[in-house]
Nanobody, 122 residues
Framework: VQLQASGGGLVQAGDSLTLSCAASGRAFSSYIMGWFRQAPGKEREFVAAISWTGNTYYADSVKGRSTISRDNAKNTVWLRMTGLKPEDTAVYYC?????????????????WGQGTQVTVSS
């Protein structure tokens, strides 16, 4: 599976942004798809995930401000973020998890995209 993330950019605090992740390869619909982010000097952290049945999971830091969705026919997953804050500034990565045993740990994901930069100015 190859993943291509896009949609990042420079925005102002309070703005909204939608990140996209296009997947190639088979069995996309069977993967848990997740978004992680990594700010400078910090570890990569879980942001959101969506199961193949559409169940969604969010980190507390983005809950209520973000929506993850997927279209299995288009092999695409999105992360819509609203009310962006400067602390949301990071490189955002999409990832695919074929194991299905969890959704929030870095090690549970088998495939990673290249990342897209989101910068939120105050």
């Amino acid at each position: 599976v190859q993943l291509q993330a896009s949609g990042g950019g420079l925005v102002q605090a309070g703005d909204s942004l939608t990140l996209s992740c296009a997947a190639s390869g088979r069995a996309f619909s069977s993967y848990i798809m997740g978004w992680f982010r990594q700010a400078p000097g910090k570890e990569r952290e879980f942001v959101a995930a969506i199961s193949w049945t559409g169940n969604t999971y969010y980190a507390d830091s983005v809950k209520g401000r973000s929506t993850i969705s997927r279209d299995n026919a288009k092999n695409t997953v999105w992360l819509r973020m609203t009310g962006l804050k400067p602390e949301d500034t990071a490189v955002y990565y999409c990832a695919a998890n074929s194991g299905g045993l969890g959704y929030s740990a870095f090690a549970q994901y088998d495939y990673w995209g290249q990342g897209t930069q989101v910068t939120v100015s105050s």
